[in-house]
């Protein structure tokens, strides 16, 4: 089940051009693009006269003319030509998404236009603040969202899964406060005068003890900020900081499968590109530990009983705050579409 | 679902030789092979002893031989001998089908043989018509057989799909006149003095407007023959016309596979293999258009909802008829076996 | 459906080591490795916490330690440590299967531990008896497990499948004895005088007429133990003759896939290892022609009406005689689990 009214991230802004770009997304298939004027535009990817993809088709103007028969509609999915007829059936109309770009990302909102809101973007102003750079990629996973979720806010798996890079004892070691509030969850974990996971330590060129924080913060319904530092030991001199966030959102394909856009934007050697290159790198081969992880887990889930109760553990309480926003806000959903 | 008391291609003649080929059709599998006086035999290809692929196993005269107990039924069926005992049990015998060779191709009979009517085989006369010469092929579908046969009787497709081969504006320009005859949809488009689409010019040798002819027919389940003319302008002068067939077979595999057994037959420069070698080349490619844009409406299609209702357009009118009538003969046909 | 309480081989005793070996059997995911002992010890490869796969982790002295979130088990499934927490719940374990190691393979218990049985785990000693030496190897199948007993319980498909190597016409020529002892199955060919299948003339360098000999276990679940002669016609003379027995036991991945587990070992010339490479590539040729057939007979098996009744005929006295005794033991343990 998929939160419907919610904004899913569809595409990085600079991937949506003035051409077709087809997305499915929790189920269904988008067609994106840009207008003219460059707004971006997302309709369903499928003709309502006999479900071709719209995205084989071509763009008319600000509008998407069917490359089966030639059945052009609107930007607002509206049907404005019907090769060979002049009359128009009133249901001719494809459905349209709401699309807001924010944040370097495109993000579509999967239920009734009207009830949009785009104080609902998640805040991830650090992918496009001033003096803050970002890098960044897209990974597809075979597995369901919420495993993504799960993963990203309980980060004691650093030390177990990402050894190489970001991970050590001192994550597991250090207890981690979390809070729901509302919608929200969030996380903290201060980790004083430890050594720095590989990772810090080759960035900032010393492997002396930091004073390490992880602070997270889940916006429904998939997205995750992490804005991690690491300091001189009792200073918080910026100065001489690590810090970056971590930007991650999941839009779920279907059931199991999912696509993860993630990026790592920092506020220090902005200019450093080989840096930018290195922590791009790295984190990239983080995700990709986590993937194998993940997929294998969702395998392992969808061959078990129905029933099965998994034991939790303290350092749960992240993800199953997050899962139960999400339960909750979904049952509200349904009930109140009845 | 599939009408049983059908004729569908199960192969090209020239295919069925002195070996076993196996070939699903509607869900069926059957083994096909000739008998030593030439006869074309299909079986269904299961054992009926531990239900093995007979195609797997040995010609053996007249009859096949199972490859792993090594049961023998002759071309009816029938078990002849099984080994290590006399007695064979009644029951010990394959489905038979009905086998007609016409048109070059080989027509197996889904239903009870006894109900099989050679008068049912669709008038394909045009590719064994002496002055006529052929060329053709089979392509591989992930579609249901439908939508094949509604994208040959909505020719509209040709100024979108096809626009560098058979399609341009004329297409969607002209009203097409459509008529339910009984089983068969018949479908008339003439373009007076309009241009010729890019591989009509080619074969012509010039791009002098023309008279173009699309006469279409129907016939149950899947069948369509495009009688295709290009006259000079007001002429109807065949010595000076580009007049071939599009013969049109499509037999379904399963519910959303098929496989397209095509021809384009022609009454002109029939020795010129080098133009038969350049109609072929412009056909297939012309298919292969079709095969994209069908296989992904097929995935549109499949993740919709169940009581989605298209949006009808006048050019629908054959691709419905056809729908309708094949829609009726299941009907009666599930409503007769209960 | 699957026997549970029974023994099935899971792995090679040489390929467990001082690692975490996955594997899939009757649809549960197992990891096994050895303890620092050398115990083979299997667990659910399922971690409690969140159903990670357990042989993502790594072995921590005798247990094993989460890649996921560093949850450790010890080599009983009992949890030992949770980072981050004192308190361990008692519900945090992974299930574990009782190990045997026989008959070079590692056996595993799929019912419950405490009524594990070392007594039902097949007689198959002479894949490790002195005086004899093996050769053998794993083949992985899409087909169910009881279509691969099937096949070794009726060997006159060696006459169809396999005539390049241990199949001829003596072996459909002969009837065979078929007795059921309690929930084993009996069978014996024995052929006089009969011209020996290409490989066995291979083997003993001529062509010379032998008395050939087939008897033939089952035991439950899948095990099939085959004891082959070739003796000089009348002589029962051990000194010229050919002995092996065909060791031969199929592990159920699921309901269509299997790991198919088998040796041919024998007692004489046991230092030839070219002659040890022959037999070794005779008979994996040879189970592949099975596996050919197998797989088709599985697809078509799918594919046809589930009340498809199959025609029984004598040859099918062991295959049917197993497949009773199966179904019997597993009403049992349904009934008994209710």
């Known amino acids: 089940m998929f939160l419907k009214n919610a904004w899913y991230v569809a595409a990085w802004s600079h991937e949506i051009k003035r051409e077709l770009v087809p997305r499915w997304i929790a189920g269904e298939p988008l067609v994106l693009y840009r207008t003219e004027a460059g707004q971006a535009v997302a309709l369903e990817d499928r003709c309502p006269h006999r479900r071709a993809a719209l995205s084989l088709g071509r763009l008319v103007g600000d509008g998407v003319q069917c490359g089966y028969h030639g059945v052009t509609l609107d930007s607002s999915g509206v049907c404005v030509k019907i090769p060979g007829q002049e009359r128009i059936p009133p249901t001719m109309k494809a459905r349209s998404y709401r699309v807001v770009e924010k944040w370097q990302w495109v993000w579509v909102w999967l239920g009734e236009p009207e009830a949009a809101d785009e104080a609902l973007i998640p805040d991830f102003?650090?992918?496009?603040?001033?003096?803050?750079?970002?890098?960044?990629?897209?990974?597809?996973?075979?597995?369901?969202?919420?495993l993504l979720t799960d993963n990203l806010l309980d980060l004691t798996h650093e030390t177990y899964v990402h050894a190489k890079t970001i991970g050590n004892r001192a994550v597991i070691e250090t207890p981690m406060s979390c809070e729901v509030q509302g919608n929200e969850v969030h996380l903290q974990r201060i980790m004083p005068n430890t050594p720095p996971p590989p990772l810090f330590a080759k960035v900032r060129g010393t492997d002396a003890p930091i004073d390490r924080w992880q602070v997270i913060r889940f916006q429904v319904p998939a997205n995750i900020s992490i804005d991690a530092r690491a300091y001189p030991p009792g200073t918080q001199d910026m100065t001489h900081a690590l810090r970056w966030f971590s930007i991650n959102s999941i839009t779920p394909v279907d059931a199991t499968t999912s696509r993860y856009y993630w990026t790592i934007t920092r506020c220090f050697a902005q200019d450093d590109t080989a840096l930018t290159d290195l922590i791009h790198k790295a984190i990239l081969a983080t995700f990709m530990e986590d993937v194998v992880v993940i997929e294998a887990q969702q395998v392992r889930i969808q061959t078990d009983r129905a029933d099965k109760q998994e034991v939790g553990i303290r350092a749960d309480a992240g993800a199953l705050g997050a899962r139960r926003i999400l339960e909750r806000l979904i049952r509200q959903e349904t009930e109140q579409a009845i």
Chains 1, 2, 3 share one sequence.
């Open 125 to 146: 102003r650090w992918n496009s603040e001033p003096g803050w750079v970002y890098t960044g990629g897209t990974i597809d996973v075979k597995a369901n969202y919420q």
